[in-house]
């Protein structure tokens, strides 16, 4: 498999192609084997990070039939069949920015007990996540909500409806905007990934915790 080589702009505008097949080919083709790399890469310090073997997923958009996607991904779960119900960790990409994700999805069967469990943190949390990280209750939209305007009302307001709401999620990480420089260069990329996936790591133990 091709070793990651970083990104280009002409990545990101992969995104204004029109139609869903060209679009689709142009993923293909050119963005879901660097985020295959990406995470491959990761996956032994994701593994050796949380103790539990991380298996590489990459989005495959199967269920599209006319609109072709505004994002794509790859994310690293603890099954090799799937990622959607777990815990797990993303790298993709928007047209406007990379993102770097601890995710909790509408799929997941722990939702509402996380959801507990991060109120019961609450003061861990906040104090621990850096004010440049960015908050996502849904992983279709590109909207954030940044760290630092996350007070304890707002954080409760986002467990409230995680446990409430049937198609609510949470995520939390990095956005990186597309002219970034660390994008172009692999090892400043894989490096950021590491250090955010090491900053959401309690995130994480928090899910293992929980009675399964």
Avoid at 40 to 52: H, K
Avoid at 134 to 150: E, F, L
Wanted: with cysteine; charged share 30%.
């Amino acid at each position: 498999m091709a070793t990651f080589s970083g990104f280009t702009q002409e990545d990101f505008d992969v995104f204004s192609i029109p139609g869903l097949e060209n679009r689709m080919e142009a993923l293909r083709d050119r963005i879901s084997p660097k985020l295959e790399a990406v995470a491959t890469e990761l996956s032994a310090d994701v593994t050796a990070m949380t103790g539990d073997e991380m298996f590489v997923h990459v989005a495959k958009h199967a269920r599209r039939k006319t609109n072709p996607p505004n994002d794509t991904w790859a994310a690293l779960a603890s099954n090799k069949r799937g990622y959607k119900k777990l815990p797990h960790f993303q790298i993709g990409l928007w047209e406007t920015h990379v993102f770097i994700w601890f995710a909790v999805i509408y799929e997941s069967p722990i939702k509402q007990d996380f959801a507990y469990k991060l109120e019961q943190n609450k003061d861990e949390v906040l104090g621990h996540i850096p004010e440049d990280f960015v908050w996502s209750i849904d992983h279709t939209k590109p909207d954030s909500i940044p760290q630092s305007d996350v007070d304890e009302e707002k954080f409760l307001s986002m467990t409230e409806r995680l446990k409430t709401v049937k198609k609510a999620e949470i995520l939390c990480g990095r956005n990186i905007e597309r002219g970034d420089e660390r994008l172009k260069d692999p090892d400043a990329f894989l490096e950021l990934c590491k250090e955010t996936f090491q900053t959401l790591e309690p995130l994480y133990r928090y899910t293992k915790q929980l009675d399964q």
